[in-house]
């Protein structure tokens, strides 16, 4: 199968990187894989990302800045709707691209024309480019699926996609706007539906930066839970085939648990066993994992 005429739709949300993206972009240009567009977003920086891309001429850089911060996830759905590639694939603003990333994750869809999601080991690099190590992750279908869903085996960014899982998946759900995970949830409902495979060879960049969006959770529980919400989702999805946080009754009951159970583990026992009581009174048809963990952190409420 000759997928070497196809078109990339690579998207690029970014956000105060302006020490990074410069070099992002630039990963991207000098791909030996020449079929594709890059959709841009500055996500109304305060710094001087902004300017830096838009020093760029290069034509297959198409800009979408935001007049208002809209966040990662609302800003990478918007870029997507936007998108006309036959493949649709992330780079992120403060990491980096091999220079053969895209031309051997086309390879991959060349011999198996079953392939739907490609992805690749990562390097590990620090703010300085210090590598600090790498990533591999499980590489074929059926060894992907077994780990879910509590594993998930990929970084979101480093992927790439066939356009028709996302004609019928879409991109990201904003249940998870401005918490995270939303790349994990998503790489499980769609790995356990479609062949997906990871590339042994580490053809991305991942900066492990101690100030990234993702990082600065600052005592944000939905954020600290929001592994948690993607593992539930996947679970959910696995056994009935429907996406939970479209069901607003079980995905708030879902949501009141993980919130206590954060709480809980904050030490905030007071106000994360009220929300783990009234997650029981809203679903008591799921109490299982909710009586055992209340039974866990009642007893430090009345001692606290």
Not at 17 to 41: D, G, M, T
Not at 258 to 279: P, V
């Amino acid at each position: 199968m000759d997928l070497q005429g196809k078109k990339i739709s690579i998207l690029m949300p970014a956000y105060n990187c302006e020490k990074f993206v410069e070099r992002a972009i630039l990963s991207i240009l000098e791909q030996s894989y020449k079929n594709f567009e890059l959709l841009i977003a500055d996500d109304k920086s305060t710094d001087k990302t902004r300017e830096l891309i838009d020093d760029f001429s290069d034509q297959r850089i198409i800009r979408f800045h935001n007049d208002k911060n809209e966040g990662y996830l609302k800003t990478c759905n918007k870029l997507f709707e936007q998108s006309t590639g036959d493949f649709i694939s992330f780079q992120d603003a403060d990491d980096y691209a091999h220079p053969e990333r895209f031309e051997k994750l086309i390879e991959a869809f060349e011999s198996n024309g079953d392939l739907m999601v490609a992805g690749s080991a990562v390097i590990r690099v620090s703010n300085d480019d210090e590598v600090l190590g790498e990533l591999q992750f499980a590489q074929t279908t059926a060894e992907i699926r077994q780990a879910l869903p509590k594993k998930f085996e990929c970084i979101g960014s480093a992927l790439i996609v066939k356009r028709e899982v996302t004609e019928r998946f879409g991109l990201y759900h904003e249940f998870f706007d401005r918490i995270g995970s939303e790349d994990l949830y998503w790489f499980g409902v769609v790995a356990s539906v479609y062949q997906v495979k990871n590339l042994s060879d580490p053809l991305y960049y991942y900066r492990d930066n101690p100030n990234s969006v993702s990082r600065m959770i600052k005592g944000n529980v939905r954020k600290i839970m929001s592994k948690d919400f993607a593992v539930e989702g996947v679970k959910y999805f696995l056994k009935k085939r429907k996406v939970l946080f479209d069901d607003k009754y079980r995905s708030r009951s879902l949501e009141l648990f993980l919130l206590g159970k954060g709480l809980c583990w904050q030490k905030e026992y007071r106000k994360g066993t009220a929300k783990i009581i009234l997650s029981i009174f809203l679903n008591p048809f799921y109490p299982n994992s909710r009586v055992s963990t209340l039974k866990l952190y009642l007893p430090k409420l009345f001692k606290n």
